[in-house]
């Protein structure tokens, strides 16, 4: 199955940019959306994960697409309705699951793309 990579969407303008996370090999995606999130994976398939940081929160949300649905339900054409999942989460919780996180993040004033790096 193709990959699809989302546009970036940030509404804070200092930085933005990519990132990509590895779940552990034992505990997977799935295993955190149900254990962690509350997610019946009988029922849903969870999608796409969201973690949002400040100072003193952590709130993670999973957006999972409802299986019955899916096929009982006409879908609007090009979207795909999914339920949110959110709820705060510690830390330790969260990077349990967490084999690794790459994160990138570039001030707009050049494309990254551009950059060659000479040290």
Do not use: C, W
């Amino acid at each position: 199955m193709e990959k699809h990579i989302p546009k970036i969407e940030t509404r804070y303008d200092d930085m933005a940019g990519a990132v990509s996370l590895n779940f552990n090999e034992t505990m997977d995606f799935n295993a955190f959306s149900e254990s962690v999130m509350g997610i019946n994976l009988l029922q849903y398939e969870p999608v796409s994960l969201r973690i949002y940081l400040n100072h003193k929160d952590m709130v993670v949300t999973v957006y999972a697409v409802d299986k019955k649905l899916l096929i009982t339900e006409p879908q609007h054409a090009g979207k795909i309705r999914v339920k949110k999942f959110k709820k705060e989460v510690s830390p330790e919780i969260l990077f349990s699951y967490i084999r690794q996180i790459d994160l990138t993040l570039v001030n707009g004033d050049f494309d990254i793309e551009s950059f060659e790096v000479v040290n």
